[in-house]
């Protein structure tokens, strides 16, 4: 899934810096900032007011999509070595979610509480909302350099959480247990994880291929 084209002269990391700092690219990471940053809130309060771990884990995941928004505005103007640097600490911290989900999963397993459907649903369609109209506007840049390509994956693995998260609302309301809610936790996970480790191997791929870059023409990355 490596981007080789990123990577396999000067001009082409040149040309993908140019397309990186396009004010449509500038503009839908700072819209993309604003949205997440405010579902943050509205995610986290709704979450520990029904008490779901499904909400919550949606919470933090937009607290992080949020700050891999604003990491990604910091680096616009950098080389790609940079850029690529900067999409391997997001696929990681993409990845560190996943676990975490998973252990706060565990958590209220043990806790046996039931959360508050309604509330689940309701924030959930808002989220889904939210997160169909930033993903529309960096569908053009999904596919990128590593750095895009993360973004990209932040923002559809939200909208497929949102509708997990409303399917478990449904769960929870029908069975009355908190196993749906549970299980979404745990799918959320898995995207996390799985997104993690794609973004960290392409941007891998292209640290590779520029160090072999600089090292044939005797420039140290």
């Not at 808002?126 to 932040?154: E, P």
Request: aromatic share 8%.
């Amino acid at each position: 899934m490596a981007c080789t084209s990123c990577h396999s002269s000067c001009s082409t990391d040149t040309a993908n810096a140019t397309r990186t700092i396009d004010p449509r690219w500038r503009k839908a990471l700072w819209i993309a900032l604003a949205v997440n940053a405010s579902m943050f809130f509205v995610e986290l309060i709704a979450g520990l007011q029904a008490n779901s771990v499904s909400l919550l884990a949606d919470a933090v995941d937009f607290a992080g999509d949020a700050a891999n928004y604003a990491i990604s505005l910091a680096v616009l103007s950098m080389a790609l070595v940079w850029r690529s640097r900067a999409a391997w600490i997001k696929g990681v911290t993409m990845f560190a979610y996943g676990v975490f989900v998973l252990a706060r999963a565990g958590w209220m397993l043990h806790a046996g509480s039931v959360p508050e459907p309604l509330t689940m649903g309701v924030v959930g369609a808002i989220a889904l909302l939210a997160n169909a109209g930033v993903a529309v506007l960096l569908y053009a840049f999904r596919t990128g350099d590593a750095n895009m390509r993360s973004v990209w994956l932040c923002s559809r693995n939200d909208a497929l959480s949102n509708v997990a998260v409303m399917l478990a609302a449904f769960g929870v309301f029908g069975t009355g247990s908190a196993w749906p809610d549970l299980a979404v936790a745990g799918v959320m996970a898995a995207l996390a994880i799985s997104a993690g480790v794609s973004v960290v191997r392409q941007a891998r791929g292209e640290l590779g291929g520029l160090q072999t870059h600089g090292h044939a023409h005797g420039v140290g990355l």
